[in-house]
């Protein structure tokens, strides 16, 4: 993880809200258990599936640099991607009494992926995860940043964790401390209302660190998830099996024509891509979901 170094405006920024009177605002959460019927969860949990997927299956094909992968050498990357939860949280936020917007999507455990993890033979140095990324101001993607100093959105161990730290890369995490920085930076403003939509319910360390950023921010949170083993769940854990089937299929030298998507030469996107990886994005039209 990167240290962060705010600007002077930061501080001040803390500093005043500091003072604020900030009221306790309790999380809302909802469960989808039965199928979704217009599409809006499961559309917003793929967005955020495919903000990372899309980037990550790109970088992959780059990284393999023309070699083909087997069943048992492609399963580190399968399971990166289909076992992650993945969150998509929009941010209403008022400056000069206008309204704004804005997304952020993330996924759980390490933001990155590394050629030594996911690749078992010798190459050459490739390109970043993050280079695979384009972004536009209101979509971003939230990746395991340390907190502001004193801050209390932070991870907190869960019965049955194997250690204490296990929870520090959970996406709801991830998010939260986001949008605290952005409101540190004077990136957005507090005071405002997020909606999340998740591919699971979040575990008690998320429900305390987006808790924290509502009492501290002002901020009325609720999350909308996908119920275990729901209509919907399933229909997300087979789009996303689908998309992960079909990018085996292309670095093996198929096309992933039952996603209507190309991977492409392998290479970066010809503009867009950024050295700062922790603030790239995606753009705001999310690529299509596989037709069942």
């Given at each position: 993880m990167r240290s962060i170094k705010l600007p002077s405006v930061a501080f001040a920024a803390i500093a005043t809200f500091a003072c604020m009177e900030v009221v306790a605002r309790p999380v809302s959460k909802f469960v989808v258990d039965a199928s979704?019927?217009?599409?809006?969860?499961?559309?917003?949990?793929?967005?955020?599936?495919?903000?990372?997927?899309?980037?990550?299956?790109?970088?992959?094909?780059?990284?393999?640099?023309?070699?083909?992968?087997?069943?048992?050498?492609?399963?580190?990357?399968?399971?990166?991607?289909?076992?992650?939860?993945?969150?998509?949280?929009?941010?209403?936020?008022?400056?000069?009494?206008?309204?704004?917007?804005?997304?952020?999507?993330?996924?759980?455990?390490?933001?990155?992926?590394?050629?030594?993890?996911?690749?078992?033979?010798?190459?050459?140095?490739?390109l970043p995860y993050g280079a695979f990324m384009t972004y536009t101001p209101e979509e971003v993607v939230a990746w395991d940043d340390e907190a502001l100093f004193g801050s209390d959105v932070t991870h907190s161990p869960v019965p049955g964790d194997r250690y204490p730290d296990a929870r520090r890369r959970d996406a709801e995490l991830k998010i939260a401390r986001k949008i605290e920085l952005d409101i540190a930076t004077d990136t957005v403003t507090p005071g405002g209302a997020l909606y999340g939509f998740s591919s699971q319910l979040p575990c008690p360390s998320c429900d305390a660190a987006l808790e924290a950023l509502s009492d501290n921010q002002g901020i009325d949170v609720s999350v909308t998830y996908l119920g275990p083993d729901s209509p919907a769940y399933t229909r997300f854990r087979r789009q996303r099996e689908q998309y992960v089937n079909g990018v085996h299929v292309a670095v093996n030298g198929g096309q992933m024509n039952l996603l209507r998507q190309e991977l492409g030469p392998g290479g970066p996107p010809a503009a867009g891509a950024v050295d700062c990886v922790e603030e790239q994005a995606l753009p705001l039209t999310p690529h299509p979901a596989p037709r069942e």
């Open positions: 979704d019927t217009n599409g809006t969860v499961n559309a917003r949990v793929w967005a955020s599936f495919m903000a990372h997927a899309y980037p990550a299956a790109r970088w992959y094909r780059h990284a393999l640099q023309g070699a083909r992968v087997n069943t048992d050498e492609f399963a580190g990357f399968r399971r990166r991607l289909e076992t992650a939860t993945f969150v998509s949280f929009t941010y209403y936020y008022q400056r000069d009494g206008v309204e704004h917007q804005r997304v952020y999507h993330a996924m759980s455990g390490r933001s990155d992926f590394h050629r030594e993890t996911y690749i078992r033979r010798p190459g050459v140095e490739t």
